[in-house]
């Protein structure tokens, strides 16, 4: 079971630019599980469960994103675990 969740909204250029494929394999490589969306305003939108230090991890990648992405703003909430498993990039 995750230790924590949290929960991510990053504003900027980061639709079309492979931000959802990138997180997803980062946060698979780090163990994660959880979610990631385009939402129709431009954000991404992403939610992540798992322990402290990967999600460190996937937090200051969202804050940079992948080499086209233009990351303006990160918003993090944090929450109750749910027990996501596996993640996905949702559409």
Not at 31 to 40: A, E, H, I, M, R
Request: glycine share 14%.
């Amino acid at each position: 079971m995750a230790e924590k969740r949290m929960r991510v909204l990053v504003e900027g250029r980061v639709q079309g630019v492979f931000f959802r494929a990138n997180t997803k394999k980062k946060a698979e490589k780090l163990g994660l599980s959880g979610w990631v969306k385009n939402l129709d305003d431009g954000r991404v939108e992403a939610v992540f469960e798992g322990e402290g230090k990967g999600l460190q991890e996937i937090l200051s990648f969202c804050e940079i994103g992948p080499k086209l992405a233009k990351v303006e703003d990160v918003s993090v909430e944090y929450g109750e675990v749910e027990g996501l498993e596996g993640f996905k990039v949702l559409r």
